[in-house]
């Protein structure tokens, strides 16, 4: 398996243009989390999924920012529009459910490095 | 609120020194303690430690949690150059699938 997927991996863009960053899960994987990292806050969810479904996006900052998963092996972040503060290390992971006695270990994928001048 | 601290936020020491990061936590409905170490890209997973007292071990790494006071240590002996990374804790929650992280210690090792 390739692991989690996503795409692209650099994006440098100008504030207020929109941004859409993708992932594709693991097969199988019926869990997906977008996380955000940054020196000041360190790693933080923003959103998750399972089975396609959004379950808590609590942490989604703002209006500007949205998530879909249109099916078991694609969702995308969006974020319109964008601002300088929202450059950051957008982290996808993955997980499957293998019962309440197991861990059931999330797999990252490499991130998104999104530079907003 | 949940919230997960570790200390120190980072970490300079030479090559074949030991060091111990330290983890405490809080938060309800607590399931599990996990350990992860980040190179340059994401996350890898090192532990899971789910019982006090029980060390669980990995090479040079170890790891050990106290519910009672409500930490953890991850400790490295013989520290190597390829041994820095930054290493985030996280606390898994009963019913919950979440998971919350420190904001990681981050540690270099010099040759």
């Known amino acids: 398996d390739a692991g989690v997927i996503q795409s692209p991996r650099h994006e440098v863009t100008e504030m207020g243009q929109e941004v859409t960053l993708r992932c594709k899960p693991i097969?199988?994987?019926?869990?997906l989390f977008w996380y955000r990292q940054t020196m000041m806050r360190g790693l933080e969810l923003l959103i998750y999924?399972?089975?396609?479904?959004?379950?808590?996006d609590s942490g989604m900052p703002e209006d500007r920012f949205s998530a879909k998963m249109p099916n078991a092996s694609f969702s995308t972040l969006k974020i319109q529009p964008s601002e300088p503060r929202d450059s950051a290390v957008y982290f996808c992971?993955?997980?499957?459910?293998?019962?309440?006695?197991?861990?059931?270990?999330?797999?990252f994928g490499p991130g998104t490095r999104l530079t907003v001048l | 609120e949940d919230k997960v601290v570790q200390s120190p936020l980072s970490l300079v020491v030479h090559e074949g020194d030991t060091v111990t990061l330290n983890c405490s936590y809080e938060?309800?409905?607590?399931?599990?303690l996990l350990w992860y170490k980040q190179e340059k890209k994401a996350p890898t997973f090192l532990f899971m430690l789910?019982?006090?007292?029980i060390e669980k071990k990995s090479g040079r790494l170890s790891s050990i949690l106290d519910k009672k006071e409500l930490f953890s240590i991850l400790n490295i002996t013989a520290t190597q150059t390829g041994d820095s990374a930054i290493y985030l804790c996280?606390?898994?929650?009963?019913?919950?699938?979440?998971?919350?992280f420190g904001k990681g210690t981050r540690l270099h090792i010099l040759p």
């Open positions: 938060v309800t409905n607590f399931r599990s």
């Open positions: 097969s199988g994987h019926d869990y």
């Open positions: 996280a606390v898994e929650k009963n019913r919950d699938d979440k998971i919350i």
């Open positions: 789910t019982s006090s007292g």
């Open positions: 992971a993955s997980r499957g459910t293998s019962g309440p006695s197991r861990y059931n270990e999330q797999f």
């Open positions: 999924f399972n089975n396609n479904v959004p379950i808590d």
